[in-house]
């Protein structure tokens, strides 16, 4: 039972992960040319908050039941960009370190070559 439990939950996931268009944006943003991208999704949180609050008032105003998941997935999905902008940050950051050590590398080796030579 808990082998099939398991397989739904991979399969789930990689179908959440190939197909959803906020996942699909968020693994763009984390590529290294996307990176730059991240803290600007940021105010895509905007709007999903915004359509969120609009489904809390057609719940009040009795609304249907069904818009209680809307809600959810609507505030995890604002949730996501909000993290990414801070999170594509401290990758970018990292990145551009790494990038400056290697090309430091890179430099002191050629330099190295030309003084032997």
Request: with cysteine.
């Amino acid at each position: 039972m808990f082998r099939l439990i398991w397989a739904l939950s991979v399969r789930a996931r990689y179908f959440l992960r190939r197909y959803m268009p906020t996942n699909i944006l968020l693994d763009a943003i984390r590529t290294r040319r996307g990176l730059r991208w991240g803290l600007p999704a940021m105010l895509l949180a905007i709007p999903y908050l915004y359509t969120a609050s609009i489904c809390v008032q057609l719940i009040e105003d009795a609304g249907p039941g069904w818009l209680h998941l809307l809600v959810l997935l609507f505030i995890y999905n604002a949730m996501k960009f909000t993290i990414m902008g801070p999170v594509s940050l401290v990758l970018l950051l990292r990145a551009k370190v790494r990038e400056h050590v290697e090309r430091r590398r890179e430099h002191r080796a050629d330099h190295r070559s030309m003084v032997t030579a």
